[in-house]
Nanobody, 123 residues
């Protein structure tokens, strides 16, 4: 049984930072591109970024490029999302996701989802 468990969400002031973690179990990290999506109230879920299992290639949405960084630790089957210079518009539930490739991830084609963690950025 595949499980993706996100931690690290919370309340932060604008300009601050948070790091989300996603621990995967029941899944061979090597076979997947791991990614992050988010969903703000009243909006559709949107792609944030993704990383190849080797960690060598990352892709980001334009809205977070230069502020967010995805990394992974294959030994721990964990992927991270470092979020800096946070803005109120970054407020959303953030979801960890596993896709068979970064191409699929960028198209929103996800094979496994985490349960989500709330990030709230106050102005």
């Amino acid at each position: 049984q595949v499980q993706l468990v996100e931690t690290g969400g919370g309340l932060v002031q604008a300009g601050g930072s948070l790091r989300l973690s996603c621990a995967a179990s029941g899944l061979t990290f090597r076979g997947y591109a791991m990614g992050w999506f988010r969903q703000a109230p009243g909006k559709e879920r949107e792609f944030v970024g993704t990383i190849t299992w080797s960690g060598g290639v990352t892709y980001y949405a334009d809205s977070v490029k230069g502020r967010f960084t995805i990394s992974n630790d294959n030994a721990k089957n964990t992927v991270y999302l470092q979020m800096n210079s946070l803005k109120p518009e970054d407020t959303a539930v953030y979801y960890c996701a596993a896709s068979l490739s970064t191409v699929r991830a960028r198209r929103g084609e996800v094979d496994y989802w985490g349960q989500g963690t709330q990030v709230t950025v106050s102005s």
